[in-house]
């Protein structure tokens, strides 16, 4: 289909969450495919739980991701403008739909209250019917309809639904669907304020802003006979639906928040990359044929196509996230996984962090820990005794490795020999540096490891970290020399 065009259309109710996520990702990654337009609709009807505050989640979230929207807010000088469902219903412009379908004889306004219906759909249920409006305002008179007005009732409107046959889905990811209209009820396309519904409203909308896919969760297949129903009714063609297999937890339930992190920025302010959370959503309910697992978004977008999405339901692993986050910082330079953590610094408010550290520095210790950081706030733990000006010495590190009943003597004269012989080395590389430990251990009869642990506590106050000498090497002769001379006073010299 030539001129495609798609839309990723959340409620601003909330945060946005993985699974709206993945749904504009698909939406995204399918529309730059096809070289066409992704579009972003805000369905803000749900007044009473819509708010701004969500609506700035949501486009802060989606520029975070780099899901960059052809059109909708801040883009929205086009002919299918306004973005916002409230700012479209004050243009009138779903009010003349309704009116058309009331004229066919297509739509009926309804003067149940919200307890009234409630009664009909229990005691539906009660006898094992399906649990839905049972039609009492179908066949109102006009004079029936006068009477309720008067009595000051207000309506409203409902959409009636054919009472036989079935509604037929060819959907583009489950192929044919079909449900049994009986089973179907007269559902409400406007409410007695004049706002219009969800299957209602964006009916009206996918048709006038001419999208010609709708691709979203498989929680919304159940809407999809009514607004199928609504397009016959208007005699519009339709666009081609495709509905996205759910996303599970561990557990086998659908993703929620006892799952861990539901929400996107939720993500970012752990530390994920944005490129890396892109991939790894991209492989819910996708995949190629050859199951690479790594992706760029370039990759993403020339790769991607609706016959490679899946039916069955994809689990959510966070322990497969984090280790492709790893594998995207690694793919990185140490400059620009500085760069991506002074921004996260910045996101989260913890420059403080940071405070009096020497940038340069810090690029080098960056460098040293590069294959270990999985996460960017992992950072300053990695790296933070190089500007310590006081060791934190670890308990269990000093106890195994410094006060050892075994080992004392030796680690006692190794940080000994070490302060006096390091000040007289010229050459402090990491080369030099290791010869000079081997040598040591040579000399004393010593396993190389003896003279290796020591030297790492007694300089970071920890048994892991970068490698020893490189790390001895950034640090300068005159601190690890500093810090070997405290280790000696503060455990030998009590």
């Known amino acids: 289909m030539d001129n495609v065009r798609v839309r990723f259309a959340p409620s601003p109710t909330g945060d946005l969450h993985i699974g709206g996520v993945r749904t504009a990702l698909f939406n995204y990654l399918y529309s730059k495919n096809k070289n066409g337009k992704f579009i972003l609709r805000i369905e803000d009807t749900d007044r009473a739980r819509s708010t701004k505050e969500s609506v700035e989640v949501i486009l802060n ?64 249920q009660k006898n094992k019917l399906p649990p839905k409006y049972d039609g009492r305002c179908r066949h109102l008179t006009l004079e029936q309809r006068k009477q309720k007005e008067s009595e000051g009732k207000t309506a409203v409107i409902r959409f009636k639904t054919p009472q036989e046959g079935v509604t037929r889905l060819d959907d583009l990811i489950r192929g044919i669907v079909e449900f049994d209209n009986s089973l179907l009820d007269d559902f409400v396309i406007m409410k007695a304020n004049g706002v219009p519904t969800y299957n209602f409203a964006c009916v009206i909308d996918d048709y006038l802003m001419k999208m010609t896919h709708i691709l979203r969760g498989d929680d919304h297949i159940s809407n999809t006979p009514k607004q199928i129903q609504i397009y016959n009714a208007l005699g519009w063609e339709m666009p081609r639906f495709a509905h996205l297999s759910m996303i599970l937890g561990s557990d086998g339930a659908r993703l929620s928040k006892r799952h861990g992190h539901t929400s996107v920025l939720d993500y970012r302010k752990e530390g994920y990359l944005q490129e890396a959370l892109i991939n790894y959503l991209a492989l819910l309910g996708w995949s190629t044929q050859d199951s690479q697992q790594i992706f760029t978004t370039e990759e993403l977008i020339d790769k991607f196509s609706l016959e490679r999405c899946g039916v069955s339901p994809s689990t959510f692993d966070p322990a497969k996230l984090l280790w492709l986050n790893g594998e995207k910082i690694r793919s990185k330079t140490p400059e620009e996984i500085y760069s991506l953590f002074v921004d996260w610094l910045r996101y989260t408010n913890n420059e403080g962090l940071i405070s009096g550290w020497n940038n340069n520095l810090l690029k080098q210790a960056i460098a040293l ?73 040579k000399e004393k009869e010593i396993k190389t490891g003896q ?33 070997i001379n405290i280790a000696v006073n503060k455990f030998f010299r009590k």
Not at 406 to 412: M, N, Q, Y
Request: glycine residues 4%; contains cysteine; aromatic residues 10%.
């Open 61 to 124: 979230a989606m520029k975070w991701l780099g899901l960059t929207w052809d059109e909708g807010p801040g883009n929205e000088a086009t002919e299918y403008a306004p973005y916002y469902q409230m700012e479209r219903k004050e243009k009138n412009i779903y009010i003349k739909y309704v009116d058309d379908l009331l004229n066919k004889g297509l739509a009926y306004p309804c003067y149940c209250t919200p307890e009234e219906v409630d009664a009909m759909r229990k005691e539906a």
């Open 369 to 441: 820990e590069h294959d270990k950081i999985k996460l960017l706030k992992e950072i300053p733990e990695l790296v933070d005794f190089f500007f310590a000006k006081d060791v934190d010495y670890k308990e269990e590190a000093v106890v195994k490795t410094l006060l050892n009943e075994k080992s004392k003597l030796i680690a006692e004269m190794v940080l000994i020999e070490s302060a006096k012989r390091l000040l007289l080395k010229e050459d402090f590389s990491a080369d030099a540096l290791e010869q000079y430990a081997r040598d040591l251990a």
């Open 451 to 483: 003279v290796f642990h020591p030297l790492r506590v007694a300089i970071s106050g920890r048994t892991q970290g970068p490698s020893l000498f490189h790390m001895m090497e950034l640090m300068g002769k005159e601190e690890v020399i500093r810090r």
